[in-house]
Nanobody, 123 residues
Framework: QFELVESGGGLAQPGGSLRLSCAAS????????IGWFRQAPGKEREGVSC????????NYADSVKGRFTISRDNANNTVYLQINSLKPEDTAVYYC????????????????WGQGTQVTVSS
């Protein structure tokens, strides 16, 4: 059974850091592009970053460039999202999602989703 599980969210202060994890079971992550999305209350789900399959090409939304870093640990079948210089506008539920082949900015393109992890940035 394909499953993605996010973790690492929580409450952080502006300027702080968090590392989100997306652990897969039932399939090998490095065969898939993995996207990170977020959804704030009352807003649409938006893509923030994606890492392609074994080519490891990484993409970032303009709003997070220079602050977010996506990476893979194939040995642990996990993808990470390092978030630095947190801002209040980063507050959202963060989801990881998987699709075959290349990255895509649209949520509808992803077949497998995790349950999400809440990130709250507040002083």
């Amino acid at each position: 059974q394909f499953e993605l599980v996010e973790s690492g969210g929580g409450l952080a202060q502006p300027g702080g850091s968090l590392r989100l994890s997306c652990a897969a079971s039932g399939f090998t992550l490095n065969n898939y592009a993995i996207g990170w999305f977020r959804q704030a209350p009352g807003k649409e789900r938006e893509g923030v970053s994606c890492i392609s399959n074994s080519r490891e090409t990484a993409n970032y939304a303009d709003s997070v460039k220079g602050r977010f870093t996506i990476s893979r640990d194939n040995a642990n079948n996990t993808v990470y999202l390092q978030i630095n210089s947190l801002k209040p506008e980063d507050t959202a539920v963060y989801y990881c999602a998987a699709r075959m082949m290349s990255c895509n900015r649209w949520p509808v393109a992803y077949r497998y989703w995790g349950q999400g992890t809440q990130v709250t940035v507040s002083s």
